[in-house]
């Protein structure tokens, strides 16, 4: 029998390694910019073509390679950044396996240019598919220049799994997005398609967040947590209950400077806010860790985002108590200097730290450990519970936000409720009722039905905003003082892709500069003045939502704009509003569920309720 195995050529293992180093863009991005990093660069620039597909270019102004080192940089497992196995457990560097630039190689075309600074000259490298092509003296600045083109060019069944230019660009923001935020004190800026999407300067953490997200909520209140033990160094910021979103984009954890993902520890910060956030809303926080480098490995994926603890319960419990210790013992002092840290007021506050010896993290004056402590805390009475889940949570939305309800059509309806209810249901004379401000109950005749308040109307305002843009009749209510909105990065693009279609829907909005928008007017509908910079930012957040929802355009937009407009939950409502919702909705062609597929009501017959009742 002949021998069968033998060695894979050197340009087809690096496109296996490139299977699992560089699965979009964004990986490249990643990549380079650590690189970067490790050079020690004080000045990073980002630009991005097409989303990545034609060019990454990453230019850094770190200490560069030599002629030698630059040509050795593409070989497999050629680095700078460890010698022996001990190393890989005491890593200080962001990377270290030596496979990234190798695997980027082979799939794209890489023009590298680098100069020392003793050097007079630099050099200047160009590989397509593995293959040398070039290399050379040249003329460049200190540091190194990595220019990624045609990604994917000669794996086309790698490169048709690429999505749209702006949702590969939006991964790629997210990767920039993560390291800007780790090291704040680098100057840091993105270019999509030759236009500046960030600037950012040097600075602190707080600093760093208040560029990155140009948002309220991001500037208003940021509640720091600060926390040293024997085994994990514990600092950051953790948003209030008001910055939460519906999205998790907006969670950063951090080991020893490189971002993690881990839904174990992502967890123990979100049960802090267990009893103050509804379901389904996640807070904002941006957490560091610093651990000894001996206590974790994070040689467990190329990616090099997933990290093993020695104790992960530890951590866990330590982020647990630290962040539901800051919620509940500091106050906010509003500040509108972002080159100052906020000002937090305590009163006598115990420390959550303790021994890594400890099984539990506690504080001085918590006697009992953690999970005792909050399991006591969740012993309360069950209607208070209740009350929380379905007043509490969107009480500060509600406040904010008018009831928009549209003229009753009652007169239109009979048809379409004889189509819905087949079996010939018709509504009684009984008054509806509001459950916890956020349902409605109504009587039919053969039992009940109950009405999802703000599914409804999201899908009375969705086909509304249909009919406008297909009949050209939105109303529009002027603002008085025109509102200019910052936008950064990809949701640029999202925006102005966006601004056609809203304009038929009644938020009259142009574009004002590279990155800013004015805007000069909402549907009349609103009832009452509305933030429209809120407004906006909002119908970003829907549209990424339901961006992968088989919708067309003007539907997506129609579907953002109705989420972000529509009546929330925790609202109370009055008879004839309630009446006048259950109506407009079942005049609707399509009454049963939301744009964003929730259902909008639900029906118990007289005969489910008697077997509910019955004996077991």
Not at 54 to 62: E, N, S
Request: hydrophobic residues 40%; proline residues 4%.
């Amino acid at each position: 029998m002949s021998d069968i195995i033998k060695l894979l050529p050197d340009a087809l293992a690096n496109q296996i390694a490139a299977g699992e180093v560089v699965q979009r863009p964004a990986s490249v991005v990643k990549e380079l910019m650590e690189n970067a990093l490790d050079a020690g660069a004080d000045s990073i620039k980002l630009i991005l073509k097409e989303g990545g597909k034609t060019l990454i270019q990453v230019i850094d102004d770190g200490k560069g390679m030599s002629e030698t080192d630059a040509r050795m940089a593409f070989e497999r497992h050629a680095t700078s950044k460890i010698d022996k196995v001990e190393d890989l457990f005491a890593l200080r560097t962001m990377g270290f396996r030596g496979e990234a630039l190798a695997s980027i190689a082979a799939v794209a075309q890489v023009e590298l240019k680098t100069k020392t600074h003793e050097a007079d000259l630099g050099t200047r490298i160009l590989i397509e598919g593995s293959n040398v092509i070039t290399q050379e003296p040249c003329q460049c600045e200190t540091g190194t220049s990595v220019a990624v083109k045609n990604l994917f060019f000669n794996v086309p069944a790698r490169k048709q799994f690429l999505k749209k230019d702006h949702l590969e660009a939006a991964h790629a923001e997210a990767e920039f997005i993560r390291i800007a935020m780790a090291y704040p004190e680098i100057k840091l800026s993105m270019f999509l398609d030759d236009r500046e999407a960030y600037r950012l300067a040097p600075g602190n953490l707080r600093q760093r967040i208040n560029s990155i997200f140009k948002r309220k909520d991001f500037t208003e209140v940021l509640v720091p947590v600060e926390e040293t033990t024997d085994l994990v160094t514990l600092k950051g910021y953790i948003g209030t209950p008001e910055t939460a979103k519906k999205r998790r984009g907006d969670q950063f954890l951090f080991v020893n400077g490189r971002f993690i993902k881990s839904h174990y520890l992502n967890h123990a910060v979100a049960t802090a806010y267990e009893d103050i956030l509804p379901e389904g809303r996640f807070p904002f926080f941006a957490i560091f860790l610093e651990v000894d480098p001996s206590k974790i490995d994070v040689n467990v994926h190329p990616t090099k985002q997933e990290i093993k603890f020695e104790d992960e319960r530890i951590i866990y419990n330590y982020l647990k108590v630290a962040a539901k210790y800051a919620l509940s013992k500091y106050h906010v002092a509003p500040t509108l200097d972002f080159d100052q840290d906020r000002v937090f007021k305590m009163d006598n506050p115990p420390s959550p730290s303790t021994s890594s010896g400890s099984k539990n993290a506690g504080a001085s004056d918590w006697k009992k450990p953690a999970e005792n402590r909050f399991a006591t805390e969740e012993k309360r009475e069950w209607m208070s519970y209740y009350e929380q889940i379905f007043n509490d949570d969107n009480k500060d939305a509600a406040d904010k936000e008018d009831v928009v309800i549209l003229p009753s059509q009652s007169n239109q309806q009979d048809e379409q409720e004889k189509k819905l209810f087949t079996s010939g249901d018709e509504w009684t004379d009984t008054q509806p009722h509001q459950i916890h401000q956020s349902y409605i109950m109504c009587h039919i005749r053969s039992g009940i039905i109950i009405v999802d308040q703000q599914a409804a109307h999201e899908r009375i305002l969705f086909e509304k905003y249909m009919a406008d843009l297909k009949n050209g009749q939105a109303s529009v209510q002027k603002l008085l003082f025109p509102k200019v909105v910052s936008v950064q990065g990809a949701d640029i693009d999202i925006v102005n892709k966006l601004v056609p279609i809203i304009n038929e829907f009644g938020v009259k909005i142009e574009p004002f500069g590279e990155s800013e928008f004015i805007i000069h007017g909402t549907p009349s509908m609103k009832g009452k003045d509305h933030d429209p910079e809120e407004l906006i930012h909002q119908l970003i957040d829907q549209y990424k939502s339901n961006i992968d929802l088989d919708l067309n355009l003007n539907e997506k937009a129609a579907s953002a704009l109705a989420k972000s407009t529509a009546m929330k939950r925790g609202r109370k409502l009055s008879n004839d509003e309630m009446q006048s919702l259950v109506d407009q909705l079942f005049s609707c062609e399509m009454p049963y569920t939301s744009p964003m597929g929730r259902k909008c009501f639900i029906t118990l017959d007289l005969d489910d309720l008697e077997k509910r009742f019955k004996k077991n």
